[in-house]
């Protein structure tokens, strides 16, 4: 049996004094598809700022890739992870953000290759045929000297995805990466999402409000409120058959507001 | 009260001599400003407290005393503790160190400028703390900074005669040797009127166009 790539053991999360995250335990395998569905500040874009690093943990265990996250043992004592072991850490995961955060001084190709570069001493040339590449899946060979300025909401949240995955990381996160474009533009960054989910073997976690691409894409829907999970399971028990009342209200709301299931 | 041209003529050299020092001083001293400035709002928002405070308190003690009072210091009471420094060095250091801490709270503000989602991203590519100001912050945060650093530049340029009073014989200096051994202060002092107008104009100018090119800062 193959052992999860991420585990999260009573993990807790406190901002001042509302507990976002509540002892909260979860496994994702190597190569699943997951989807965090829930209200807002039911704490699932916090578990990928976690995951990312880019919050602290107020308690509880991360082990991503067989190491652990925020900790690391030195002999038999365990100690908060210093910033070159979370360097470290870092390399495993990618992230997609909601309001795509290109750098908007450099080009779509510079943005993609600056990591690259910076971080692998990847030689420049191989960065940028590799940046092409990822640019064709994307469906932006054209835009490679464009400035992020000239971008359309989708095109930039595509690039955002080519420069995460320049990095080749084991995991990726993608925290409501549609939930900003304008609804037009919603379908193209899904399209380049679904074709990722199906030719590579990534890891992924979606953070998402878009309840049939989550059905879609998902190997499993886990379903948040208040910092903790009130069901988990495959998309078609969830979305048609869910069991909990929590559940059952949180998507006749989202439906009642619009959106396929 | 005559106006004298011969005279004019006369000294023009020598206060041309003083004009080329003092557009030495501001530029020396600007680069002081920028860098150590520089230095200052990182070191200032260093996550490390022992690093932080210390430099905050700096800062505020340099802005919070007049800069004639730090050209004494530096010039003429450092020496007692073995530093003797010449008044062309030490009134560029005390220039520049004095109008670094304005220039970081230019800094402050380019650099809080830069959304935090940068930041983000700097970090979730994996970039050093190193790289993310090199590479993703710096970038950004300066250019809007361009038209206040400018302003303070043009603040520099006149204030360099306070440095007369640690004997740089910058225009100011010239001016009044001039005008003390001819008893003529008509002249020497409208020159020096005339000059520093001259170079203000011109930098004014080179304002605008710095303002229209780069845009001001929160706006």
């Known amino acids: ?261 | 009260m005559q106006w004298d041209w011969a005279f004019v003529a006369e000294i023009t050299p020598t206060l041309l001599s003083g004009l080329k020092l003092t557009l030495l001083i501001t530029l020396l001293s600007a680069m002081v400003a920028a860098a150590l400035g520089l230095a200052f709002a990182i070191a200032r928002r260093s996550p490390n407290r022992l690093v932080a405070r210390p430099t905050g308190a700096f800062v505020e003690f340099i802005r919070g005393t007049p800069l004639l009072v730090q050209l004494y210091f530096i010039f003429y009471v450092l020496p007692d503790a073995g530093i003797l420094l010449p008044p062309l060095v030490a009134g560029v250091i005390g220039m520049g160190l004095h109008y670094a801490t304005y220039t970081a709270e230019v800094y402050r503000a380019g650099i809080e400028n830069v959304p935090k989602g940068q930041w983000e991203a700097a970090r979730a590519t994996n970039l050093t703390m190193r790289q993310t100001w090199v590479h993703v912050v710096i970038p950004q945060a300066v250019p809007p900074m361009i038209p206040a650093l400018a302003n303070y530049l043009i603040a520099m340029f006149k204030e360099t005669p306070l440095l007369s009073a640690i004997t740089v014989l910058e225009l100011m200096n010239q001016a009044k040797s001039v005008a003390n051994s001819s008893y003529r202060y008509v002249e020497p002092m409208t020159l020096v009127g005339v000059f520093f107008l001259a170079m203000s104009l011109v930098s004014v100018v080179m304002l605008r166009w710095l303002e229209r090119r780069y845009g001001r800062l929160g706006k």
């Not at chain 1, 991503?64 to 038999?76: F, K, P, T």
């Not at chain 1, 058959?241 to 209200?249: I, M, S, V």
């Open chain 1, 1 to 261: 049996m193959t052992a999860p790539i991420i585990r999260i053991d009573r993990l807790d999360k406190v901002f001042g004094t509302l507990k976002v995250l509540d002892g909260l335990s979860f496994d994702v395998m190597p190569g699943e598809k997951l989807a965090l569905i829930g209200p807002s500040g039911s704490g699932k874009t916090t578990i990928l700022r976690i995951l990312m690093t880019l919050e602290t943990i107020s308690g509880g265990h991360i082990e991503v890739c067989g190491e652990q996250l925020y900790h690391m043992r030195r002999g038999d004592r365990e100690l908060p992870a210093d910033e070159a072991h979370l360097h470290h850490m870092r390399s495993h995961i990618g992230m997609v953000f909601q309001h795509f955060n290109l750098f908007p001084h450099k080009s779509v190709l510079d943005n993609i290759t600056l990591a690259p570069v910076l971080t692998k001493g990847e030689p420049k040339a191989k960065a940028e045929a590799r940046a092409r590449e990822l640019l064709e899946m994307v469906g932006l060979s054209d835009k490679a000297g464009a400035m992020p300025s000239q971008l359309s909401g989708g095109q930039k949240q595509r690039v955002a995805i080519a420069r995460a995955l320049a990095l080749q990381p084991r995991i990726m996160l993608f925290d409501e990466v549609t939930s900003a474009l304008d609804p037009e533009l919603v379908e193209e960054v899904l399209l380049v999402m679904k074709r990722l989910a199906a030719e590579t073997d990534m890891t992924m976690l979606l953070v998402t409000h878009e309840m049939g691409f989550a059905h879609e894409f998902a190997d499993r829907v886990l379903f948040f409120d208040k910092g903790r999970i009130v069901e988990q399971g495959p998309p078609d028990q969830i979305f048609r058959n869910p069991t909990q009342e929590r559940t059952q209200t949180f998507l006749r709301k989202i439906i009642a507001a619009g959106h396929r299931v």
